[in-house]
């Protein structure tokens, strides 16, 4: 599974910056942008509630409730590793999207920077450490389990990415972008975590 895993992340990581090289400096949605905006901006009852309460849990409080929640998970399920990546997983793929802001330098309203996404990275990177946790578990085949983990991201990142459009929050593309930064980060930090696990524990073998 870890091979396209890599894979995926290599290609977010070249989406991310070819994204970011198109974008940069720009302050209207582009042909794409706007075609995905006329039909999603501000949607009626009860699509606005949804969309709404799925954009909270990218703001402070409901990203920590979800982080909280994920550990304990993690923590009940005796997967230290799990948890720790779900901290540092979410919290990178948040600050990788805060570092590219300026860089790239797009503005949605009145100078608000916007690409990539940090909401969209945010909950795609937290549900990302949830589906490796589950496949690592349930033992599929390396195809079923690859199926499994990006689909539970692109769902995650589907589904945030229309609520801050729905909201007018962000470009459909900064969705994308902040899609992309998660994709890229979380494996990395997850191999990151593993050659680290497993240098502390060589010496007491």
């Known amino acids: 599974m870890w091979r396209g895993v890599w894979g995926v992340a290599v290609l977010a990581a070249l989406v991310l910056g070819v994204l970011g090289v198109r974008y940069a400096g720009a302050e209207q949605a582009g042909g794409v942008d706007a075609a ?3 039909a999603v901006y501000e949607p009626g009852p009860p699509w606005r509630g949804v969309a ?5 849990l990218g703001e402070p409080l409901g990203a920590a409730v979800l982080v909280v929640v994920t550990v304990a998970g993690c923590l009940l399920l005796r997967a230290p590793r799990a948890a720790v ?3 540092l997983g979410a919290g990178l793929s948040v600050g990788a999207t805060k570092l590219l802001k300026p860089v790239v330098g797009r503005t949605i309203h009145d100078g608000h920077l916007a690409f ?3 909401h969209t990275a945010f ?6 450490v949830v589906a490796l946790l589950a496949t690592g578990r349930l033992g599929p085949g390396r195809a079923a389990g ?3 983990v990006f689909g539970a991201a692109l769902a995650a990142g589907a589904a945030m990415g229309w609520a801050q459009v729905a909201l007018g929050a962000h470009y459909p593309t900064d969705a994308l972008g902040g899609w992309c930064a998660a994709l890229a980060v979380v494996p990395t930090t997850a191999w990151l975590v593993d050659r680290v696990a497993d240098a502390q524990r060589g010496p007491s073998r």
Do not use: E, Q
């Open 146 to 148: 690859t199926a499994l």
């Open 52 to 56: 709404l309460a799925t954009d909270f």
């Open 123 to 128: 909950l795609t990177a937290l549900v990302l």
């Open 116 to 118: 990539p996404s940090g």
């Open 85 to 87: 990546l779900a901290v």
């Open 36 to 38: 995905i905006w006329a």
